[in-house]
């Protein structure tokens, strides 16, 4: 079964402080991963998109990167602007049209 | 170009009463999708449709009704209002199917009663 788990749910970081968000993933063959921003009260904004292992995708202060389970999103030296949910998404297996989206994870960047 | 739009922005319903959500893009997509939004439990497909005439039921259908009669509209309808349909509903839509990138509309919070 096609699955995406993010960790943690909820990141607290001093301006500054880098970190990492987790994203790991079972899938039947990788077609995409995908990485949305989520502010208060709107719909997700695309960030990145991954295709196979290894590969990485960069952004102002964010970095994706890919493994064969796991994507992380790294944050370097993040601003209070930052602070956001990050979702990652997975394209289903198969000949569907389904992305399945993990949890979340709310980051939450003080000055 | 207005994107994805999605009408009303909030709506208070009660119990067994039918609405529908509506949503439209003015990018000339050919997929559209529906998604719920829960605390904790991320973004869940409700319905998606892959161009006019052509729908499929996503992770959660049950209680929703689509149609796409037009490249542009993809209302999304409550048949009858249940208490766990209390949730915020995103539209969304992207050029060509689920693995391009998707343009999300505003979201509706619905509350029912």
């Known amino acids: 079964e096609d699955q995406v788990t993010q960790s943690p749910e909820a990141l607290r970081l001093q301006e500054g402080e880098s970190s990492s968000l987790n994203c790991s993933y079972t899938?039947?063959?990788?077609?995409?991963l995908f990485w949305y921003r989520q502010d208060p009260g709107k719909g997700p904004e695309f960030l990145f998109t991954?295709?196979?292992a290894g590969e990485e995708k960069e952004k102002e202060r964010l970095k994706a990167t890919l493994t064969k389970k796991e994507s992380f999103l790294h944050i370097t030296a993040p601003k209070p602007e930052d602070s956001a949910t990050y979702l990652c998404?997975?394209?289903?297996?198969?000949?569907?049209?389904?992305?399945?989206f993990g949890q979340g994870t709310t980051l939450q960047v003080k000055p | 170009n207005a994107g994805v739009t999605q009408t009303p922005k909030f709506q208070v319903l009660k119990t067994g009463q039918s609405m529908t959500l509506q949503c439209a893009q003015d990018?000339?997509?050919?997929?559209m999708s529906w998604y719920r939004q829960d605390p904790g439990m991320g973004l869940r497909l409700i319905h998606y449709?892959?161009?006019?005439?052509?729908?499929d039921q996503g992770e959660v259908p049950n209680g929703y009704n689509v149609s796409r009669s037009t490249t542009e509209d993809f209302p999304l309808r409550l048949l009858s209002a249940a208490p766990s349909q209390t949730s915020v509903y995103f539209c969304?839509?992207?050029?060509?199917?689920?693995?391009?990138?998707?343009?999300f509309g505003p979201g509706t919070r619905l509350t029912v009663l």
């Open positions: 899938v039947s063959g990788l077609r995409g």
């Open positions: 991954l295709y196979s």
């Open positions: 990018m000339n997509h050919e997929y």
């Open positions: 969304a839509s992207s050029y060509r199917g689920a693995g391009d990138t998707q343009y």
């Open positions: 998404a997975l394209l289903g297996s198969g000949n569907t049209g389904k992305l399945i």
């Open positions: 449709s892959v161009g006019a005439g052509i729908t």
